[in-house]
């Protein structure tokens, strides 16, 4: 028990864990807003900075989707 542990600790932190621990609060918020992050990806740049205005989000904290 205490080896998986100090393994989980050291490294269980992979940089997708870190990302995605970063990444969660928007996606919720994508979700509340009733939006489609892989829709929101395929559209072109301007699109979506207009749907997420719109849902009075702010673009520049989806920058993430343009990648």
Do not use: S
Not at 31 to 53: I, Q
């Amino acid at each position: 028990m205490k080896i998986r542990f100090l393994r989980n600790f050291f490294w269980g932190n992979t940089p997708e864990r870190m990302l995605d621990a970063q990444v969660k609060p928007f996606r919720n918020q994508l979700r509340r807003a009733g939006l489609n992050e892989d829709e929101l990806r395929k559209m072109d740049p301007d699109e979506r900075v207009e749907v997420l205005e719109r849902a009075k989000l702010n673009p520049f904290d989806y920058i993430y989707l343009a990648c």
